[in-house]
């Protein structure tokens, strides 16, 4: 019987892909572009059988990993090759090979590697040091052809039933229904803790009656009461407190988890004896549950704990939801809750990654994040964050080099300021310079509107910051923050929309006494 063989390589590499063919017996070849599309030539090549693979469900947060993200997924989908020939350049089989590593039906791949590594060499004549897709894809280059952990005797099978699902829950009742479907459909005998952050009565009851619906029966759901705020990972801190099983998974209260997802999770953290795994996971529309198979979303990938370069630009080490040992979890102190900062995953794993511990990524989009305009993402001030991640670096950095971590974010965002578009409110302003002004949006780019429009005063009255976390904010430079429930607008009132998406959905709740939208273009 033949074997069969796969080689994947970039569009460049075709005389090199075409050696290698020669050698070969039975191979076909996927060849993809800069853009991360599959090429195949235009005019037929002797003795090659070019693939077309199916392209087009998911966009990519990081269009550099395009190709490297998309073949992965296609392979786990058609992983009946026996030998895989990757191309060493721009990690091209980076996420294939963690693949071969930690997913069983993956696992008995034989692959080789051909080609150069270049692009450490690329970027270093283009002197593009801060660049965030030169770190990462000489990252990925470097370290694609790890070898897998070496397990320890005493590895022992982790099952369903010893983990714990951790959910905070306030005022989402709608969506809690299919979030608790897709962990019921997970195994028979998980637990799960639902930390109800100071919901409204009515909320309580309805998810007091929801924990009853038999189909729900197969799981062992516990609710845990807060009648004061937490917020969202004080409220994970506190229901990882309150179970008893050795393994805990956080899950928000509208997301979506993928059939087999922890059933994947925990055979892999028992494989490579890690403490932590990440999965992938997709932002999605819509209010049901997505096509898993055929929904269409933004793929965000991470790959390495242990690539705390890039993890100075942007978060690649993980996400909320993951599989902890409790016991590393607990070590760590769980999450560090600022009182304006978000990215506690991102903090989390990153401090654990600093501490030695092991954390293992599954490059599968396992998790559907369920994207509306009151995502929890939404809320988070990314100043006062990335003061808490630049924090720990200190514990890991040189002396004279503990104001880099602050340096390199500072530089990155300098280079996709977006200061000419909020330049141009003050044209934009011009004729309403007399009425009132609010600003809807208490995060980044808000503070970036209201520090311009300050300069304008008192050519322009700024009355007011309209933020859905005004209960935590509550001021921002000098300015009370309101909900937009509690906010009185003055009439011919003017209200700029500084928010990146939703903008519509935002204009569309304002009351008819604001006679004039801004809405930024970026």
């Known amino acids: 019987m033949n074997k069969s063989i796969l080689i994947v390589g970039w569009k460049q590499e075709l005389e090199q892909v075409e050696s290698l063919v020669s050698s070969l017996e039975n191979a076909q070849v996927i060849l993809f572009d800069d853009e991360g599309l599959v090429w195949a030539p235009s005019k037929k090549v002797d003795n090659i059988e070019f693939l077309v693979i199916e392209q087009g469900q998911f966009t990519h947060r990081d269009s550099s990993l395009k190709a490297p993200s998309e073949i992965a997924l296609w392979l786990y989908k058609n992983p009946s090759f026996d030998t895989i020939y990757f191309s060493r350049y721009a990690g091209l089989g980076y996420f294939a090979?963690?693949?071969?590593?930690t997913v069983e039906r993956c696992m008995y791949w034989n692959i080789r590697w051909f080609g150069c590594h270049s692009v450490q060499q690329d970027y270093a004549n283009a002197k593009r040091f801060l660049?965030?897709?030169?770190?990462?894809?000489s990252y990925l280059e470097k370290h694609q052809k790890r070898k897998r952990t070496q397990l320890k005797n005493e590895r022992s099978q982790i099952n369903i039933d010893d983990v714990s699902v951790i959910i905070p829950f306030h005022n989402r009742i709608d969506y809690l229904p299919l979030t608790l479907?897709?962990?019921?459909?997970?195994?028979?005998?998980?637990?799960?803790?639902?930390?109800?952050?100071?919901?409204?009565?009515?909320?309580?009851?309805?998810?007091?009656?929801?924990?009853?619906?038999?189909?729900?029966?197969?799981?062992?759901?516990?609710?845990?009461d807060s009648k004061t705020p937490l917020g969202a990972s004080n409220a994970r801190n506190k229901g990882a407190a309150n179970t008893n099983r050795d393994y805990i998974f956080f899950l928000d209260d509208d997301d979506i988890l993928a059939p087999d997802a922890l059933r994947l999770c925990c055979d892999t953290l028992s494989r490579e004896n890690a403490d932590v795994i990440t999965v992938a996971?997709?932002?999605?529309?819509?209010?049901?549950?997505?096509?898993?198979?055929?929904e269409k979303g933004m793929l965000i990938q991470f790959h390495d704990a242990k690539d705390w370069s890039s993890a100075l630009l942007y978060n690649c080490v993980g996400g909320i939801s993951a599989l902890y040992r409790k016991v590393a979890f607990e070590?760590?102190?769980?999450?560090?809750?600022?009182?304006?900062?978000?990215?506690?995953?991102?903090?989390?794993?990153?401090?654990l990654s600093f501490t030695g511990k092991n954390i293992v990524n599954i490059p599968l989009p396992l998790l559907w994040y369920r994207n509306t305009p009151f995502s929890l993402s939404?809320?988070?001030?990314?100043?006062?964050?990335?003061?808490?991640?630049?924090?720990?670096?200190?514990?890991?950095?040189?002396?004279?080099?503990?104001?880099l971590s602050e340096f390199v974010t500072s530089t990155q965002h300098m280079q996709k300021s977006s200061s000419d578009e909020i330049a141009m409110l003050g044209w934009e302003l011009y004729p309403?310079?007399?009425?009132?002004?609010?600003?809807?949006?208490?995060g980044e780019l808000g503070r970036n509107v209201l520090k311009f429009l300050k300069k304008l005063e008192p050519s322009i009255s700024i009355e007011l910051i309209i933020d859905r976390n005004a209960l935590f904010i509550k001021e921002i430079m000098g300015c009370k923050v309101v909900t937009l429930d509690k906010c009185l607008f003055k009439d011919n009132a003017v209200v700029v929309?500084?928010?990146?998406?939703?903008?519509?959905?935002?204009?569309?709740?304002?009351?008819?006494?604001?006679?004039?939208?801004?809405?930024?273009k970026k």
């Open 432 to 442: 309403y310079r007399e009425n009132p002004v609010y600003i809807y949006g208490g």
């Open 281 to 294: 996971f997709c932002f999605f529309e819509g209010d049901g549950i997505p096509d898993f198979a055929n």
């Open 97 to 101: 090979n963690v693949l071969h590593q």
């Open 331 to 351: 070590q760590a102190k769980g999450f560090q809750c600022g009182e304006f900062a978000g990215e506690e995953d991102w903090q989390l794993i990153l401090k």
């Open 181 to 224: 479907l897709s962990v019921a459909q997970q195994g028979t005998g998980l637990e799960v803790v639902i930390v109800n952050d100071a919901s409204s009565q009515l909320e309580r009851e309805q998810l007091a009656d929801l924990v009853k619906d038999p189909r729900f029966s197969n799981l062992h759901i516990k609710i845990i």
């Open 131 to 137: 660049d965030k897709n030169g770190l990462l894809l």
């Open 378 to 403: 939404k809320k988070m001030l990314r100043y006062e964050s990335r003061q808490q991640l630049f924090a720990l670096y200190e514990s890991v950095l040189p002396e004279p080099l503990v104001a």
């Open 497 to 520: 929309i500084a928010s990146l998406s939703f903008v519509d959905e935002i204009a569309a709740q304002l009351p008819s006494s604001v006679s004039h939208v801004i809405k930024l």
